[in-house]
C-alpha cells in the first residue's frame, strides 16, 4: 500500500522533504502502513474465525501473509539492516530511501519481522546517536542523515528530526 508520509500523520518527514513538495510529497511504501495494513488483515482473519467464517478467516490470512512477505521482501535493506520507505514515483529500480526513519521499527508492532533472521539488529539505532539517540527521546529521523533537523522550534510538525510522542510510542510498543 502506499501513501503519503503527511497521510500517515508524518508531513515534514525525511521521504518528504526530498521532494518539491516538502509537506506533502513523498508518495511510497511506508513500513509504518503497510505494517499498520498487515495488522488489519491479521484481526480481520482472526475475527472471521471467531465468527465461523472460514472463508473470510482464509482471505484475510492469505492477504496478511502476502502483504507480510512484500514488506520483508521490498522494504528491508540487509545491508543496512532497517526497514525504509520506498518512493513510489520516478523509482523504477525501486530504491530505498537513504535514511532511516523512525516508523522502520514499527513492523515488530505487528510482529511482522520473524525471528528466522536478524532483524532486531533495526533496534542498534534506537540508542545510537548517529541513530535515533538523542537527549530527549528518539528522534523521528537518524542525526547522520544530511535531512536530519532537530531544531524545530515551531510551526507545523516537522517529522524529520525532533522526538514526538505518537511515534515514541509506537516505538515502545513494538
Known amino acids: 500500500y502506499y501513501i503519503t508520509p503527511q497521510r500517515d500523520a508524518q508531513e515534514y518527514s525525511a521521504a518528504s522533504v526530498q521532494t518539491t513538495d516538502k509537506y506533502g510529497g513523498g ?3 511506508r513500513p509504518s502502513h503497510n505494517s499498520e495494513m498487515y495488522g488489519n488483515a491479521v484481526a480481520i482473519a482472526r475475527m472471521s ?16 501473509q502476502r502483504l507480510r512477505a512484500a514488506i520483508i521482501e521490498h522494504l528491508w535493506d540487509p545491508n543496512r539492516q532497517f526497514f525504509y520507505h520506498m518512493q513510489r514515483e520516478n523509482n523504477t529500480n525501486h530504491t530505498l ?18 525471528e528466522r533472521h536478524n532483524y532486531s539488529l533495526a533496534f542498534n539505532q534506537l540508542f545510537n546517536p548517529e ?6 527521546g528518539p528522534s523521528t529521523c537518524e542525526t547522520r ?30
Open 49 to 64: 474465525a471467531l465468527a465461523d467464517d472460514k472463508e473470510s478467516e482464509q482471505e484475510f490470512n492469505d492477504r496478511a
Open 145 to 174: 542523515s544530511k535531512w536530519y533537523d532537530g531544531t524545530q522550534r515551531s510551526g507545523c510538525c516537522w517529522w524529520n528530526g525532533n522526538s514526538w510522542p505518537y511515534s515514541t510510542a509506537h516505538v515502545l510498543s513494538s
Open 27 to 29: 508518495v511510497g511504501y
Open 131 to 136: 541513530g535515533f539517540g538523542t537527549r530527549y
Open 97 to 114: 530511501l537513504d535514511t532511516r526513519e523512525e516508523v522502520g521499527l514499527y513492523p515488530w508492532r505487528f510482529s511482522v519481522p520473524d
